[in-house]
């Protein structure tokens, strides 16, 4: 009898335990925060960083404005624009990349890209839709 009574007291204590203890809920917070101010965009991938003058066709842009790209927003729907994937550091460009804040260089107008020549077409999200030239 001494053993069906631990047996019931280890249940009860058991029982006691699983109520008593807190439900844990699963919930995932992610703050992106505000898209980066680059002056002609941001790459389309984290860490998000200023893409240089040339990456961006004129698509990208609105009134001199860049139109985002990434969690931020991606254009209309079914939005699709040219870059210049020679200008993106995961394709080899060691060039000048310009930092948050910066100002558009002189005769360097964002969307008015002289000469501009496409590589690829993105949606906005990083992904590659054709590799045509424009």
């Not at 335990?17 to 439900?23: D, I, M, Q, R, T």
């Not at 898209?35 to 609105?62: H, L, R, S």
């Not at 931020?72 to 550091?89: I, L």
Request: hydrophobic share 35%; net charge positive.
């Amino acid at each position: 009898m001494n053993k069906f009574k631990y047996l019931v007291l280890a249940a009860v204590a058991g029982i006691c335990f699983a109520v008593a203890a807190p439900k844990a809920q699963a919930q995932v917070t992610i703050n992106i925060g505000p898209a980066p101010v680059c002056p002609y965009g941001y790459f389309d991938y984290a860490p998000y960083a200023c893409a240089p003058y040339g990456y961006y066709g004129p698509e990208w842009f609105v009134g001199g404005v860049f139109i985002g790209a990434g969690p931020w927003f991606h254009g209309p729907a079914g939005f699709h624009g040219h870059v210049n994937n020679r200008f993106d550091p995961h394709h080899g460009y060691k060039g000048h990349i310009p930092t948050r804040n910066e100002k558009p260089a002189a005769g360097k107008r964002p969307g008015h890209v002289t000469n501009f020549k496409s590589n690829e077409t993105r949606d906005g999200r990083g992904h590659t839709v054709s590799s045509h030239p424009r």
